[in-house]
Every structure is written in C-alpha cells, then in structure tokens.
C-alpha cells in the first residue's frame, strides 16, 4: 500500500513552548531483566501515577497556546473527516516528543514540531538496528476524558526491550512525561468519542554513530502519533483467516522475540505478504523448536477457546508480552472463564471452538478460520464473530473508553 508523504504541517511552535527535561542516567537500568517482576511493575505503575498527576498540574498546556481557547480540546482540524479515518500517516499529529541521551548528561528533550531526524549514515541505528518500538493509544472516553490505557506497561516492556539490545532505557517518569505530553500537545487531533484514537508510537533508537560493531555512544526517544480511525468501522468484529505458518519461524528461543525491537518485524513481511496474496488476513507462527505449539500472528498474540477454558501460549521468551493479551488474561477471569498460559498444539487448536487475537490495534478479533495443512476449520458462522472474542471485546472496549467501570486501575486521564 502507498503511504502519502507526510509534510509537516506546522512550523509555528516557538521554542519558548518547547518543554525541556533532564533525566540523570539510571543507575538502577542495568538491574533490570528481560521480565520485570511483578514488584518492580507494581513500583513502577505507582511511579507514573504520581509524575502522573504532578504533570497534571503543572505543565502547561501547548495546545492552549495556539490561540484555540479550548485548552484540553484545542480546534479541531478542518481537513479530517472522522469517519473515514484509516490506520496510517494521513493524519500524523503535528507535535512530537524528543529526547536525546548522552553519558553524562543523561537524557534532555521536549516537545517539537513533528517532522525529520537527522542521522548520519554511520548511526548504530542504520547499521545495527539498535531500536525498539511500542504501540498505544488515546482516547476520548463516554465520561469525557482523555485517557490511555495502561501506560506503565509500555514503559517497562520499553525498557526491557532496551536492556536486551544494550540500549539505556527511559525512565519511566520521562517515558510517560513524552507520551501524556504528546496527547496534550495534540489533542485537537484525537477523534471524537468512538470514532478512533491518537496512535502513540515510542522510538527508542541508537542514533549516535559508530562503525564497528557495538552500541550506540548516543540515542533519541521519540514518541510521535497519529490520529486513527476505529479498527472495526462498524463497532462489528469482523472474523479473520488465518494460516498456520510452515516453513518460516518469527523467533527462536534465546532470540529476541519477546521485544518489540524494530528488527522482528521486516522478516515477517514476506510471510505475511504471501500469506494476503492467498486470501488469508495473516499467519500463525509455530515453535522454532519442536513445530508443535503455537505462537502467536505477525503482531497479535493469540488464544483458543475449549468451552470455558481459554489457553494462550506462554511467555517463555519467544513471544511478545502484549498489554492486551495481559489484560485479556485478567479480564476473561473476572468473567468466569479459566484461563491457562500454556503450550497449545497447533493440532488441538484445530479442534477448539473458537480462537481469537489480541493487539492494541484491534483489542480482540475473532479468528473466522485457521488452516493447517491443507485442511481448514471454521469457528462459528461465516461472517460473525465468536462468542467469546466478542464478549471480552465489548467488555474490554467498554473500560477502555469509561463506559464500564474500571476496578482494575488500567485507565490514566491525560487531564
Ligand atoms: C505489539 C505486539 C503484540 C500486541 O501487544 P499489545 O501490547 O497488546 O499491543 C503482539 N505480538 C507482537 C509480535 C507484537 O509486536
């Protein structure tokens, strides 16, 4: 598909809006594992609930200085149409957040207008792909606010993919400072309630050059975003095909794959590309080890539902620990159901009643069929999604957008 360029539409902001901080370097950042634990995940989302609401209150608001009046709305642009809204750059929000880390100094950065970074040809980055990426979204909620959905766990596994590709992680308070300013900055460009969000996108990059193998001697954190429409146009699941992936593999064990660094997703592509031309929406990935078990999609994780047990494949390395899969565990047990993160045989799956994904894109969708081999199981009715994959959507959408209380503590105003 053909991306529009994108120019940068604003070239107004002066400096004295730029939002500067300094981060001293983490001492704590080399502690960290792959996984953090579930008491440096607990110390960490109660971190960003304070620089939470200190930001709150203290930050002004640089959407406000554009002479709109309406601090938390802004103007709304004249050039979107709402409800044709895409998922791509069409719309790219017109601030960013970047910050740059050298040793020493640490990290310093800001708001910016959204527009080029300038590398040279020898940064690590270009060379040896020391990046990682993250994935989240705004939006407008039924109570009125601006909210986002569980921002710590971005940060943490931001700073877990960090560790594993030598990179020095944001801390959180600044991962978080980035993507709560980026929302305000730009929130004339988050669609009304129910028409879509603002996709954040963190970087974490080596942008410093270098030209023998090694890391980076500098780095940028960029989180920039673009206004999105609504996954599923008509509120609708809409069921996928999928197909059981059987020559290539995503991730083998002691690889990468549990990170979301940049260089995971470029190998999928011809997979996935074939996989389209033969009408599937995507592939399932098996174990690089055995050929056995289950994965996950290209860029979703995966569950298979057998009356009222739901299974996902575990966290063992090779997959990626999606926040909605995490929330879709919690969710799906509050509901009843019996959730198991376990081995699931690609042969078992073909005899569930039903599977479905999960991702930030499309929260929950509802897999219409998988095939293996030659053989093609349906679940369901052609056309309607499952039972399960609609009832945890509908309840999870539902908190993400405050139409249903929240007892989990997942949602965070922007304010
Ligand atoms: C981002 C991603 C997911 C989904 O993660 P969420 O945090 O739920 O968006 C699943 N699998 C892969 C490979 C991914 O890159």
Redesign the pocket.
């Known amino acids: 598909m053909a991306h529009p360029t994108c120019s940068s539409q604003l070239t107004s902001l002066s400096d004295r809006n730029a939002v500067f901080v300094r981060h001293a370097p983490s001492r704590s950042s080399n502690r960290l594992n792959a996984f953090p634990t579930q008491r440096q995940r607990q110390r960490l989302h109660s971190q960003l609930l304070r620089a939470s609401a200190i930001l709150t209150k203290e930050e002004p608001s640089i959407a406000s200085t554009s002479g709109s009046g309406d601090s938390s709305n802004g103007a709304m642009p004249a050039d979107i149409n709402w409800d044709e809204l895409g998922f791509g750059i069409d719309h790219m929000a017109p601030y960013m957040y970047r910050a740059t880390y050298h040793p020493g100094s640490g990290w310093e950065g800001g708001l910016e207008p959204y527009g080029p970074l300038q590398l040279d040809p020898s940064a690590q980055v270009l060379n040896y792909g020391q990046s990682v990426f993250e ?2 979204k705004a939006q407008r909620s039924a109570k009125g606010n601006i909210v986002v959905f569980r921002p710590d ?2 940060a943490a ?1 931001m700073m877990a993919g960090a560790e594993r590709l030598s990179m020095p992680p944001p801390p959180p308070e600044l991962f978080l400072e980035a993507v709560l300013s980026t929302c305000r900055a730009n929130a004339h460009y988050i669609p009304p309630q129910g028409k879509g969000s603002l996709y954040m996108r963190p970087l974490l990059l080596g942008t410093g050059s270098i030209l023998g193998l090694g890391p980076a001697p500098s780095y940028s954190f960029v989180v920039y975003a673009a206004a999105v429409g609504a996954y599923f146009k008509t509120g609708q699941l809409t069921p996928i095909d999928l197909i059981v992936e059987e020559r290539f593999h ?1 991730a083998a064990p002691g690889g990468m ?1 549990g990170t ?1 660094a940049a260089g ?2 470029s190998p999928v592509l011809v997979v996935q590309l074939a996989a389209k031309q033969s009408g599937y929406a995507d592939v399932v990935y098996l174990d690089a080890k055995t050929d056995t078990y289950l994965e ?6 995966i569950f298979v539902v057998k009356g009222n047990t739901i299974k996902t494949p575990p966290l063992a390395g090779t ?7 995490k929330s879709v565990i919690q969710l799906a047990r509050q509901l009843g159901y019996e959730v198991q993160e376990t081995n699931v045989a690609v042969t078992e799956a073909m005899e569930a009643d039903e599977i479905f994904t ?4 499309v929260v929950v969708s509802a897999v219409g069929s998988l095939t293996h081999r030659g053989v093609r199981k349906q679940f369901g009715e052609a056309g309607q999604p499952t039972r399960t994959a609609l009832r945890l959507y509908e309840a999870l959408t539902a908190l993400q957008q405050e139409k249903a209380d929240d007892p989990f503590g997942w949602i965070v105003p922007v304010a």
């Open positions: 994935g989240m766990e971005n596994r995503r794959g979301k995971n997703y996950e999609v290209s860029s979703c994780n997959i990626l620990p999606g926040v909605t899969r999960t991702g930030t894109a």
